[in-house]
């Protein structure tokens, strides 16, 4: 959707949220679209409503959308709200949320997403450490290797012949970094990567996300099985040391579910940061040749794409361990929360007028896209450093890469859960 749309479309849900409130009447929540079709549109309505507001998932469930920057800022490092479905969800607990639920598959995962307090911090420590910038400033090298290769690939494209960047470069970049760290042979990373492509799919069935979570948690089983009997420099196999150490014992599904969010985390986020940011710059060919002369940085497209192109849109869950006061309403005990960044990143009480426009000269570029407090996440510095070598080395190897087709024509993808592009057809080489 368009800049003028999406405002069009939060005035006109403004002006109905007006007209039911003089009746007396509580407005009802917004419906969540599975496909994603319209991320931004669906943020400026939700906004319209206040910067908390209600809106319904898929299955009808009734949860809590955050869109306000200082309100998500503030439940972001609110220790009143949980992580933890199975302690603090009170409708799961009760048995009122069942396997038909379509997000099932990120209830039945136990991993940093799922965890509260003391078995939140338990396991952060045990993955942190692989992630300080000093440690991710060492994977400089092996980054700009498979960033070379990936381009030396492209190169061979013919002048005037399209690619699907997002399938040759966007995504096959972060999935070998990742797939380097925890020590995955080439030979099985396609199967161990597609249960977190499938788990952001949020137009699939419920028994669809059940099934691809057993099954994704059985192959992860399996690949740890193995890496036990041939243990190596890398991330798996300092977790499975790490199992019996300083009496923080990981247990087998604790560290299946850990290595099943670190590949999703480590792949899906970033290939949407690149993939939105080179659409952005295609997009405003000003902004283009004004960084590619070196009058902004490769920093400042990265921050403005995370604020502006959010690659998270709508993240679940947060539950409401007690009644929480916040952006003018109750947040009930018990209750599910989404923070909404990409709601969250164009906030026109921080950014202004001009939040939903991309502008890469923007003074203030604050955005919430890595989360914030103690649940912020562990894998920023490697993914800035992956954006910044990706973008920086394919506008340097093809200066004169445009769309394929016009922006309007490009797809998104299928979730409502993260903010990307099906697929990014470009030209590496115009005639």
């Not at 749309?5 to 002006?15: I, Y």
């Not at 300080?132 to 960033?147: A, F």
């Not at 993260?418 to 030209?427: D, E, I, Q, W």
Request: hydrophobic letters at 40%; one cysteine or more; glycine letters at 8%.
């Amino acid at each position: 959707m368009s800049t003028d749309s999406a405002a069009s479309a939060a005035r006109a849900e403004s002006a109905a949220v007006d007209r039911t409130a003089r009746r007396g009447a509580r407005p009802d929540p917004v419906v969540i679209d599975p496909t994603g079709a319209d991320i931004h549109g669906e943020a400026a309505r939700i906004r319209a409503r206040g910067p908390v507001a209600r809106i319904e998932l898929p299955g009808g469930v009734t949860a809590w959308s955050i869109t306000g920057y200082d309100e998500a800022r503030q439940a972001l490092s609110d220790s009143r709200f949980s992580k933890d479905p199975r302690k603090h969800w009170t409708a799961f607990v009760r048995g009122e949320i069942g396997m038909d639920f379509p997000l099932i598959g990120w209830i039945l995962m136990e991993n940093l997403t799922t965890m509260h307090g003391a078995d939140h911090s338990r396991l952060r420590r045990l993955t942190a450490g692989a992630f300080t910038p000093r440690r991710v400033e060492k994977m400089r090298e092996s980054i700009e290797k498979v960033t070379a290769e990936l381009l030396d690939d492209i190169d061979t494209t013919p002048p005037g012949q399209a690619i699907d960047l997002k399938a040759r470069f966007a995504h096959p970049l972060p999935s070998a970094v990742i797939c380097d760290l925890f020590g995955i042979p080439v030979e099985r990373r396609a199967e161990m990567l597609h249960g977190g492509e499938v788990n952001v799919n949020t137009t699939i069935t419920p028994e669809e996300s059940a099934a691809n979570v057993e099954k994704w948690h059985q192959t992860i089983l399996d690949f740890v099985d193995g890496k036990r009997r041939a243990m190596g420099d890398d991330l798996t196999s300092a977790l499975i040391a790490a199992q019996d150490e300083d009496g923080s014992k990981l247990t087998d599904n604790e560290l299946a579910g850990t290595i099943h969010l670190m590949l999703a985390t480590g792949t899906e986020p970033v290939m949407n940061l690149i993939a939105n940011a080179v659409c952005a710059l295609l997009a405003h060919p000003e902004q283009r040749r004004l960084v590619q002369s070196g009058g902004v940085s490769w920093q400042q497209v990265i921050e403005e794409t995370l604020r502006a192109e959010a690659p998270v849109a709508h993240l679940p869950f947060r539950f409401a361990v007690e009644d929480i006061e916040l952006g003018g309403v109750t947040i009930a005990e018990g209750d599910p929360v989404l923070i909404g960044f990409a709601g969250v990143g164009r906030d026109p009480a921080v950014h202004g007028d001009t939040a939903a426009e991309f502008d890469c000269t923007r003074p203030d570029t604050s955005h919430l896209s890595f989360g914030h407090g103690i649940y912020r996440c562990i894998g920023k510095p490697l993914a800035l450093l992956e954006a910044e070598i990706a973008l920086s080395s394919l506008f340097r190897r093809f200066p004169d890469l445009t769309l394929a087709v016009s922006r309007a024509e490009i797809k998104p993808q299928e979730t409502f859960i993260m903010n990307g592009v099906g697929s990014l057809p470009v030209l590496p080489k115009p005639r």
